[in-house]
């Protein structure tokens, strides 16, 4: 079954950088888009960042982080990463990767990431 499992996750000062993981099974991940969402509890979840399939040759971010995140994966490790710099206390929130299967959404159980000020 598909399985997507996130890591990396951490508690940070800001400014601090953490580089997030998520590791895919199940599916032919070469073939599929995948994304990044994070959600504060209370609040709608965001997405992140989206990275396109194959050589992930297009990827696209949510304001709130372009210049300071990076999406990448690695189609021989099944997995994609999300490089996370200039951390702020607002970044604080769990992570989740997500992709769809024939109009199926499945997401991972998430990371949490804590940003001080």
């Known amino acids: 079954q598909v399985q997507l499992v996130e890591s990396g996750g951490g508690s940070v000062q800001a400014g601090g950088s953490l580089r997030l993981s998520c590791v895919a099974s199940g599916f032919t991940f070469r073939r599929n888009m995948m994304y990044w969402y994070r959600q504060v509890p209370g609040k709608e979840r965001e997405r992140v960042a989206l990275?396109?399939?194959?050589?992930?040759?297009?990827?696209e971010y949510a304001n709130s982080v372009k210049g300071r995140f990076t999406i990448s994966r690695d189609n021989a490790k099944n997995t994609v990463y999300l490089q996370m710099n200039s951390l702020k206390p607002e970044d604080t929130a769990r992570y989740y990767c997500?992709?769809?299967?024939?109009?199926?959404?499945?997401w991972g159980r998430g990371t949490q990431v804590a940003v001080s000020s």
């Open positions: 990275i396109t399939n194959a050589g992930g040759a297009y990827t």
């Open positions: 997500m992709t769809t299967l024939s109009g199926t959404e499945y």
